[in-house]
């Protein structure tokens, strides 16, 4: 196959470029930053790799990326925990992930030859949080900034399917990886002061990397699967059951709780996705015959930690 790829710089794209080249595709890398896609796949290591810079508002660019690619993953987006939730920030992530999504669909229609499948990222906080109810993929959305961001971006990207194009939509949990969300909560742990935050109550539904990778390659070569997937271990966890997992993972105690005014005062509103949590189940995703290398967390976090 052919793809086209954004947000292949990030922590899930860098796997997906890896694992792409592994099996013998060929990679579109659409990026606003060619010299850190450059450094990351050098031609030498990814010979079958093409970089094309875009600006985000400029469909033409992303036009001859995607012309003649057989599927295109889209995982641009602003990362949500970058800083504070300023009504600026609010801004820049919304529209990273409406604008560029647009962009993405507009480049597919114009093109003279089509790709067969978008396959386009959302995230959990579609259904808003919750202490006790359990979401799957038929579940409404919830109410708060999250949801709302999740329900304009999917709004998108679903509007490709009128140019025949298969769509499938992940929504992703926490993705366990060397960085991402384990990098910052790894440090305390290590100097064996890490412990539950907040309650410890609230559910943490997640994945491991190397399984969301493997869906978005089951989405992009299995013809029958369409539609919303979670992206989220059939096992989430409570968060002091993630945190007793990760203290034995590097073999320090867990019992240091954080409270969650720190956490408020760090991360502001943002903060409300890591207190409250949501219990989120990939019901859809194994009907669909997709099987999980990790479903548990302690074997997860056992495998993550063990790379760095």
Not at 215 to 242: D, F, K
Request: glycine share 10%; net charge neutral.
């Amino acid at each position: 196959m052919k793809v086209a790829v954004t947000g292949a710089t990030g922590l899930v794209g860098t796997r997906l470029v890896e694992r792409l080249k592994q099996e013998g595709h060929v990679i579109v890398v659409l990026t606003r930053d060619a010299e850190r896609a450059q450094r990351l796949f050098p031609s030498s290591a990814f010979p079958t790799l093409e970089v094309v810079a875009y600006q985000p508002k400029q469909a033409g660019d992303w036009q001859r990326a995607v012309e003649g690619c057989d599927g295109v993953v889209n995982l641009a987006g602003e990362p949500l925990f970058g800083g504070r939730w300023t009504p600026a920030r609010k801004q820049e992530i919304l529209e990273s992930r409406q604008l560029g999504t647009r962009t993405v669909v507009q480049a597919i229609a114009q093109a003279q030859q089509r790709p067969q499948v978008l396959v386009s990222t959302s995230a959990i906080g579609y259904y808003g949080t919750s202490e006790t109810a359990s979401f799957d993929e038929t579940s409404p959305a919830g109410h708060d900034f999250l949801a709302k961001v999740c329900q304009t971006w999917e709004a998108e990207a679903q509007t490709v399917k009128a140019f025949g194009v298969r769509l499938v939509i992940l929504r992703m949990g926490i993705v366990l990886a060397p960085g991402g969300a384990l990098a910052q909560m790894l440090p305390p742990f290590r100097l064996g002061v890490g412990g539950p935050i907040g309650s410890g109550r609230q559910w943490f539904s997640w994945v491991h990397r190397d399984d969301a990778v493997d869906l978005i390659l089951y989405a992009l070569t299995q013809s029958s699967v369409s539609g919303v997937l979670n992206a989220t271990a059939p096992e989430p966890v409570r968060m002091a059951e993630l945190c007793n997992a990760l203290g034995k993972a590097v073999n320090r105690p867990s019992w240091l709780p954080v409270p969650g005014f720190a956490l408020e005062v760090l991360l502001g509103d943002a903060a409300q996705v890591i207190l409250e949590g949501q219990r989120v189940l990939p019901q859809q995703t194994r009907a669909a015959g997709f099987q999980f290398q990790y479903p548990e967390v302690a074997p997860a976090l056992q495998q993550v930690v063990g790379q760095l």
